[in-house]
């Protein structure tokens, strides 16, 4: 009984050390938080949209559960299946005696009797293997709750058409959102006077940060004289924000309170309607191309 706690303990550290192990790895390379629901509600959304997800992202989550479940099947069957065959030959080797009153004469048919009837007791070993298989299958069912629990659905659900309407009716001009390095925009707008905002739901600061670093180097890179002026915002953010360009929310509708107070005011005149289509065709350009590399 001891040895089968220890071995559910066992089994029970290494889906826990494994679980935290897969999400550092996809944490610190893809920005994502297995035990964040809005991260999944994000991901479940790119799949509805068909929006290209990098395939390194599914063949990491992929190899973790097979390198997960492999090592979990290594530390269950092969003792199982090592103390069955010890078992049966046991049970072999003390059935062997019984074999051998074939060939006694009949007076020594009461010692082989009594032989047969001390080796009787041991036939119970060919069974006790197949009773350790159930009582390992309760804990394996068991250990599936610290992966769950975590992931549960909150009670508000954020919907991103009507983030993006945020912006809409704040009269700036949503784009589709570009793959900036490991971080993919919730919302990616522009405005007049090279004004653009770009933000993201249940993450930390730094993966929006360093798509703003790579955004400002592109803009740097390919404009002379033009400076595009960039704001970022997180709803409900996974920690501080000290990021100036930053900004947080606790909610959608704190967001929409504050573009409401900060509409896009329209082209003054017709160079500036012409200055903002210029604007706007550069921005697909620099989406386009972010998208390929």
Not at 167 to 191: C, L, M, T
Not at 193 to 198: I, T
Not at 225 to 254: H, K, M, Q, R, Y
Request: charged content about 15%.
């Amino acid at each position: 009984m001891n040895k089968q706690i220890e071995r559910i303990l066992i089994c029970v550290l290494w889906l826990l050390a494994a679980t935290l192990g897969t999400n550092f790895w996809l944490n610190t390379s893809y920005g994502f938080n297995i035990f964040s629901a809005q991260h999944w509600q994000y991901l479940a959304y790119l799949q509805a949209a068909q929006t290209p997800v990098r395939p390194a992202f599914y063949i990491s989550l992929t190899f973790a559960i097979l390198l997960s479940l492999g090592v979990l099947y290594v530390l269950i069957r092969p003792k199982g299946v090592l103390r069955r065959r010890i078992g049966i030959g046991r049970a072999r080797r003390t059935n062997m005696p019984a074999t051998d009153t074939t060939y006694a004469p009949a007076a020594a048919m009461p010692q082989a009797a009594a032989n047969t009837a001390a080796v009787r007791p041991t036939a119970p070993q060919m069974q006790r293997p197949p009773r350790i298989t159930p009582s390992l299958a309760k804990p394996m069912q068991n250990q599936t709750a610290p992966q769950s629990t975590p992931v549960q659905a909150p009670a508000a659900v954020i919907n991103f058409d009507a983030l993006r309407n945020i912006f809409e009716e704040a009269d700036y001009s949503v784009k589709r959102s570009p793959q900036i390095g490991n971080f993919k925009p919730a919302v990616f707008a522009i405005g007049t006077s090279e004004v653009l905002w770009l933000g993201g739901i249940g993450i930390s600061q730094a993966p929006l940060s360093e798509a703003i670093d790579r955004l400002k180097t592109i803009f740097s890179d390919t404009l002379d004289d033009i400076e595009i002026n960039i704001s970022g915002f997180i709803i409900a953010p996974t920690g501080d924000v000290s990021d100036p360009s930053i900004l947080s929310f606790p909610d959608p509708d704190a967001l929409r309170e504050y573009m409401q107070s900060h509409k896009n005011p329209p082209p003054e005149d017709a160079d500036g309607r012409e200055n903002f289509n210029a604007y706007s065709e550069y921005i697909d350009t620099v989406i386009n191309y972010m998208d390929k590399t």
